[in-house]
Structure formats: C-alpha cells, structure tokens
C-alpha cells in the first residue's frame, strides 16, 4: 500500500480552563489514503471536530495540542504559522456546520472567493471571475453570474454550504475535512449536498473527512468508519465491517439506538448515562461507566487497540464476538 | 430607497418639532422672565410693559403659535438680554465650540479605536488588562475633576499650558484634552467588545480555514464587521458635538454654546435657552441621519432590509 496522505500519531488537546485541564482528545493513532473517504463519528463532545480544528493550528490558544499530524511527510503540529496559512485551503480544506455564518457577512461571494483563488493559485481580477464562476457552476449553483455579486444573506443556507464547497475547491486541496456540512440544513438540501460531496471527489480525487454525529449520513458516503467517545477512537472500520460487525460496546450502542427499517418492530435501545466530565481523569476505558460487559479491569487499564480484521481496529477489552451485541446480553436489559 | 429617505427626514422633523413644543412648554412653566430680567422690585408698569414687548401676556398656545409659525421662516427671537436675534447669537458660538470638540473627536476616534483592536488582538494579556485599566480611570473620572487636575499639573505646577480663556490655539489643549480623554476610553471599551464578538464569528475561523493570513483575516475581515456597531457610538459623540462640551467650557471659560447655554437659563433668556436646544436637536438629528446611512454603506444586510422596505 501507498504511503497514507495523513499521519496523525498520538495526537492531544488538551484545554486549560483556568487551573483545570481537561484533554479533549487522545488519539494514537490515525491515517488517511489519499483519494480516501472516512467518517468520523461520535456525539457532541466526542472531539471528532477538535481533532481537525487541532491538525491545522486552528484552536485558540488555551488548546494545546502534542503529538504528530503530518501530510505527505509534512509536520502541523508546532508548524510555524507561515507554513500553516499555506496549507491551509491548500492542502487541507475545511467546511463547518453553518455555512451562513461561516460566509463574510460584508463581502460579496465573489469576493471571498476571489480571495481564496489569489492566496492558493495567484488568480487576479478577471481570471480569478473566471476561475469564480466556474467554480459556482461545478458546486451546481444556477446562474451562477449573478451569484457572485451577491451577499451570504441573500442566499439559502444550501447555496451558501455550496459556495463554503466551491471556496474549499479553489485551492484543489488534497483532503477535505467536512465538519458536520449537512447538520443545519434541510433533509432534502442534505442530500443534495451529499451527493455533490461524492460527485466532487469523484471527479477530483481529493480525500475526504466527513465528521457527523448521523451514522446514516456517515454510512452511505464513506469507505471506512471511525467512531470517537469522550476523545478517544473507540472503533475504527470499512463501513460495511462496522454496520454489519460492530465490536466495540459503544458503536453497537449506536447502531441499536438506530430504528431497523426492515423487520418486525424493536424497542430501541438507549445508551444509558452520559458522556463523562472532560475534566474527570481516568486511566481506564473512558466508556467503561456506561457499558453493560464492563469488567473491573476496564476502568483501571487503558483498552488495547486490538486488531480485528483488516483495517478493522477496535480499543475494547473485551474480545465481543462478531454479530453479537452486548447491548442483546440480558444484563443490559436491566 | 427614496421612502425610506423620505420616511426619515419626517421622523426628524417631527424629531424636532417635539423638541421644540417640550422646551417651549417647559421654560414657560419654569418661572417668570419678567420677574428674573427686571428684578423682583422694578416698578409694576415697566414689568407690564416688558410683559407685552415679549407677548408674555398672550395666552400661552397663542404665544406657541406665533413661536412655531417664526421658526419656520428660521426666526427664533431676539434675545431678551441684549435684543440680538437668538439663533445669531448661538452661531456665532458655535465655530468655537466646534474648535475643542472636533479636535477631542479626532482624539477620541484616533486613540480609542486603535487601543481597542489592539485590546482585542492580545485578549487577556498584560498589555489588554492594562489598556482596560486606564480606559476605566478615563471614563469613570467626572470632566470637571479631570479638568482641575490637569490644570493643577500643566498650568499651576509646570506653567506650560494656560488655565482658561481662549486668546491663542495654546488655551484649546487642555479642554481638548479634557473632553478626549473620557471619550476615548468608550471608544476603546467599545471597540475591543466589537472586535471581540467579531473575532468569535464562524466566519472568522473560516477564513483562517481557507488560508488567509492572520494580518489580512484582521484588516479584511474582522475590522469591516466590527466597525458596524462602532459607528453607532462614533454618531453619538458627532451628535454631541456641539452640546457635549458645557462643563468642560465652563470650567476652561470657553467662550463657546455651552458657556452661552449656562449664562443664558442663569439670565432666564427664554429665547435663546430655546434656539440653543433647536440647534442641538438639529445636528442631533442629522447625526443619526449620518448614522443610519453609515449603516446602509457598511453592512449590505441594511441595505437589503431597507430596499425591501420599499
């Protein structure tokens, strides 16, 4: 195999809240191919967007971060901030949650695609309208003309997640990080943006990160699956792997919380209790308060990440049997 | 666009009729002219006479009437002092005024606005604390005790500035000073909070997302939107241009509208305590006006929501 595009190595945050610290992510270890596509999953919380906002420098300064994330070879941790402005749109691209905050509120689109086009491939003026419009044209935008010399207000929430898509194109990066796109949007306008997410990298080959707290959205536009709790990766997988052989007592939680569309109607299952305190500190599984198998061991010694099958890694104690949910056990009925 | 032009030139009209009817009710409840100008113990005759020379015995809506009626051919009577026209009195004031207050303005946009951003830019640091601190002791000192204590330094202790009066461009700099002082401070405070909510917009983080160097993410991007609420309180201290300075006037004795204000309700010239709140309101009025089209050219969402108004 190709050497993978992204490396991250025992990647940290940790956050200082006055005297307390609390880590909000704790990753050993984590790689990205080029031209792959991976979801990264978890509740709110669960630190899957703190990661990526960590990897390029993007965290305020009562955030630091240790470890390793490096592209093609490159180091972004601890980069200088020059080197970090010129990958970032370059390299790694980035879209958020709420396009329309995200867009200038004073600038025209435009403008502010413009400017990515003059800090990434040195287009002025008329080029860069060029480069602009069909750019609006590729993310699918109608009339694309008269787009430009509008304002975000003055666009639908979709329109402007589609310009947040065209702005992340204009530097032709090599991974896209998609941090929640479709979670203020309409159903029907999800959709349409998913699919735009795969016709792009389609066509361009880029890699993409798409961060969601929906495992349908996840399921349907990745390869492969990594699930966050509390900071940590709990469960990483091909996406069929994952849905069809969780292992890990938390993604099966997950997919037993999902109502099944096919067969006779279940009671589905919440997980019970809730996401620990950031600031609790505990060397042992950091789900083991809320897992039906938990053991004494679990919440003493950090879980060893066990390889399962190929590109199928999970941190439980536990060996939990393919096929089998813990979540099904009796003492989880209780 | 033109209704929305329109709507506001009547709002401010109407603006300043009701200032004008409220200070004319008030100052002809406050006391009797007549009695305060010719003195308690002036023969009953020479008071009637005073009386009818003003029309001070006609009932008080025909007197209204009669003011309202002249103000709009821009009469607003004579003096009752030295029998001048009142609005040529107040004038002839005003470039005065205007030569502390516009210099204190440039002090307070100049110093206020860049202290500010650069409270914003090193949040929490040593150099934001101690920016905040002085801003505190500059807008919590009253301008009369800020004024008796830079005269104390600069014209009693070291003699290198003058202490009042208005003979040379010398005597401006303490009142300059005096009244810059406060308004810089709110300027500051005012800003860093501004730079603040803007720093802590999506936006701005997706901005740094696709690239943009920190330096431009600040000039282009953070600065535009910030000035937007900054420019409300750059129109309040426009509008207070001519009336904000009646303390620090009286004090320096500052031969401007506030030193003519104070003189004028002490002498109970009704007419011209009226034309100086005519003007007052006046330039009040256009400095919001200023204000609302300030608006319109920096933020493109009030300019979308007034087109829509018409």
């Known amino acids: 195999m190709a050497a993978p595009l992204l490396v991250l190595r025992n990647l940290t945050v940790d956050f200082h809240n006055g005297e307390r610290l609390s880590r909000a992510v704790d990753i050993a270890e984590f790689e990205i191919g080029a031209g792959e596509a991976v979801g990264v999953v978890g509740e709110s919380g669960s630190g899957k967007s703190v990661t990526w906002l960590a990897a390029l420098g993007l965290l305020p300064t009562r955030a630091s971060v240790g470890g390793s994330v490096r592209i093609d070879g490159q180091e972004l941790v601890g980069a200088p901030a020059a080197t970090l402005e010129r990958l970032r749109g370059k390299r790694i691209a980035m879209i958020f949650q709420d396009p329309s905050s995200c867009l200038n509120p004073v600038h025209r689109i435009g403008w502010q695609l413009s400017e990515a086009l003059g800090l990434h491939r040195g287009l002025e003026s008329a080029a860069a309208q060029a480069e602009a419009l069909r750019l609006l044209d590729q993310v699918g935008i109608a009339d694309a003309r008269r787009r430009l010399s509008d304002y975000p207000h003055q666009l639908s929430g979709g329109l402007n997640q589609r310009v947040m898509i065209a702005m992340a194109l204009a530097g032709q990066p090599d991974l896209l990080v998609a941090d929640e796109p479709t979670t203020a949007l309409d159903a029907t306008i999800q959709a349409q943006i998913l699919v735009l997410l795969r016709t792009i990298r389609r066509d361009t080959g880029m890699a993409l990160v798409l961060i969601s707290h929906d495992l349908g959205v996840v399921a349907e536009n990745v390869d492969r699956v990594a699930v966050m709790y509390a900071g940590r990766l709990v469960e990483e997988a091909m996406g069929a792997d994952l849905f069809g052989a969780a292992r890990h007592p938390y993604t099966q939680g997950l997919l037993a919380a999902l109502p099944a569309l096919t067969g006779p109607r279940q009671r589905l299952t919440a997980i019970p209790g809730t996401v620990p305190d950031p600031w609790s500190v505990s060397s042992g599984c950091r789900f083991a308060p809320r897992c039906p198998v938990a053991e004494p061991r679990c919440a003493q010694q950090p879980p060893p990440s066990r390889r399962i099958g190929l590109l199928h890694r999970a941190a439980c104690h536990l060996a939990v049997e393919a096929g089998r949910s813990v979540w099904a056990m009796p003492q989880a009925a209780e | ?310």
């Open chain 2, 1 to 310: 666009m033109l209704t929305f032009a329109v709507s506001r030139l009547l709002r401010a009209g109407l603006t300043i009729l009701f200032v004008m009817t409220f200070a004319f009710v008030v100052l002809r409840l406050s006391g009797d002219p007549a009695l305060l100008i010719m003195s308690v113990d002036a023969p009953p005759e020479a008071i009637a006479a005073f009386r009818k020379a003003w029309g001070l015995e006609r009932p008080l809506w025909e007197q209204y009437l009669a003011y309202v009626g002249h103000a709009t051919t821009g009469d607003f009577g004579k003096s009752m002092r030295d029998g001048r026209p009142a609005i040529e009195l107040v004038m002839e004031r005003v470039p005065a005024t205007l030569a502390i207050t516009l210099p204190a303005l440039a002090l307070k946009i100049g110093i206020g606005i860049p202290a500010g951003i650069y409270a914003a830019l090193h949040r929490n640091t040593f150099a934001d604390r101690l920016t905040m601190a002085v801003s505190v002791a500059g807008f919590t000192m009253p301008s009369f005790v800020l004024a008796l204590v830079l005269v104390l330094i600069f014209a009693v202790t070291l003699g290198w500035l003058p202490a009042s009066g208005a003979d040379s461009p010398i005597h401006a700099i303490l009142p300059i000073v005096t009244l810059g002082t406060a308004g810089a401070a709110i300027m500051a405070r005012f800003t860093r909070s501004a730079m603040l909510e803007v720093l802590g917009q999506p936006y701005i983080r997706a901005a740094s997302a696709k690239g943009v160097t920190w330096p431009r993410v600040v000039a282009r991007h953070a600065l535009p939107n910030a000035a937007i609420p900054t420019v409300t309180i750059i129109g309040f201290m426009i509008g207070s241009l001519v009336a904000g300075a009646v303390v620090v006037e009286t004090v320096f004795a500052w031969p401007g509208v506030g030193r003519l204000l104070v003189s004028a309700v002490a002498n109970r010239d009704l007419s011209v305590v009226q034309a100086i709140l005519m003007v007052i309101a006046a330039w009040m009025v256009s400095a919001n006006l200023a204000v609302d089209l300030a608006y319109g050219w920096l933020d493109p969402r009030v300019r979308g929501a007034s087109a829509g108004g018409h």
